[in-house]
């Protein structure tokens, strides 16, 4: 029995040893980063650099210079901030994602910025991200996953030592181990809510609108058309989005402020493109009411470029409905008034009123589709169509 204990004892000095600690906070002046810090950095580090190098990285230096103007102003309003350079990346792909990496290269993803609706919007999200490169989240989370590890391991040590002793059992049951997992995910829940606090603060101090905070999560909850999974933000541990949207909700009550910058125009000129390009990855996926949602944005523009209009008839091709065919020949023939060289406009317009029996009307825009895009791959069946389409009736 008593070599029992003394291993149970063994076990339970190197769990301690093994555990690190998670009171962590931002990195002060002079301080040395720890080695499992270091290392975090390398890898980090490994990671920025393909991502700057990926081919879904969106290359618009008006946007970057825009983004990184905004992330700025934010990070200026952090306690603990160092010198460390803020990098931002955006990512082509049309679901609903951000992430900042210890070194401080925040990740956006486009499906995400064509969501938000104004500045202030985008500088809650820039600081909540913010926030956990400044606080260190990722060294943190690290330290917590491998002291749980610690804590299986001992569970497991302790465990075989109860097959020994049946009375082991109640110490290292199923109920501690369920205890254990809702201990990490609270943990998760933690940090967000630390980094929801910290952002919020520095938009405000940044001079924005704490009311337009709260939209983020809002518009997030939105899962239009895409993976079905808890969160539609934050595909695992993160606590849901109706529980952010109720902490930013409790923020600006007690912030008890009203006024600030909001920059809705601003932002909308500087995303245009971006959602444009969205809407297409958004349709290509047949993703009904996202891509719809894009459309709209693009049209309520003060000039709808001729690009909106098309995408609006490629949207009311997805659609399918019975007013489809007619709906998206008049948004492409819209879009070929507004730019009478869009080749693509042309061509689809041709290939709807073909569909719609308008036979010589359909001839003329695939002939001027082939004029403006003689190099086209399917020239060959474009001219087929006019050949057919100018037969005499038999």
Not at 135 to 153: I, P, T
């Amino acid at each position: 029995m008593r070599s029992r204990w003394l291993l149970a004892g063994a076990l339970l000095a190197a769990f301690l040893e093994a555990c690190q600690s998670t009171e962590i906070g931002p990195l002060g002046a002079g301080e040395t980063r720890a080695p499992d810090e270091l290392a975090l950095w390398d890898e980090s580090k490994e990671w920025d650099e393909r991502v700057s190098k990926s081919e879904a990285r969106v290359d618009e230096p008006a946007l970057q210079a825009y983004l990184e103007g905004v992330a700025g102003k934010v990070y200026a309003g952090m306690p603990g901030r160092t010198a460390d350079e803020i990098r931002i990346h955006v990512m082509r792909t049309p679901f609903l994602n951000a992430s900042a990496s210890p070194t401080g290269t925040v990740i956006l993803h486009s499906g995400l910025l064509a969501r938000l609706e104004d500045e202030a919007e985008l500088a809650t999200l820039l600081g909540h991200e913010l926030a956990h490169f400044v606080s260190r989240h990722s060294l943190r989370e690290k330290r917590m996953r491998e002291n749980a590890l610690a804590k299986r391991r001992l569970a497991g040590g302790l465990l075989s030592i109860a097959l020994m002793n049946p009375i082991f059992m109640e110490i290292v049951g199923s109920e501690q181990s369920e205890s254990l997992e809702r201990q990490l995910r609270g943990y998760s829940r933690e940090l967000e809510r630390e980094a929801d606090l910290a952002g919020f603060e520095a938009m405000r101090a940044a001079g924005y609108d704490v009311r337009r905070s709260v939209r983020l999560f809002e518009a997030v909850l939105i899962d239009d058309d895409g993976a079905k999974v808890p969160d539609p933000y934050y595909w695992a541990d993160h606590p849901s989005m109706e529980e952010r949207a109720a902490h930013y909700r409790e923020l600006i009550s007690a912030a008890s402020s009203s006024g600030g910058e909001v920059g809705s125009e601003r932002y909308a000129a500087h995303v245009e493109k971006l959602i444009e390009a969205n809407v297409r990855d958004d349709l290509g996926l047949a993703r009904v009411r996202s891509s719809k949602a894009g459309v709209e944005r693009l049209l309520a523009r003060p000039e709808p470029s001729a690009e909106a209009y098309f995408l609006l008839g490629d949207w009311h091709r997805l659609a399918g409905d019975a007013s489809s065919p007619a709906l998206a020949a008049e948004a492409y023939a819209k879009a070929a008034r507004l730019d009478p060289k869009h080749a693509a406009a042309a061509r689809a317009n041709g290939l709807a009123l073909r569909g719609l029996g308008q036979n010589a009307a359909a001839a003329a825009e695939l002939s001027r589709a082939i004029a403006l895009d003689p190099e086209a791959a399917d020239r060959p069946i474009l001219e087929a169509f006019v050949r057919e389409l100018e037969a005499p009736a038999p």
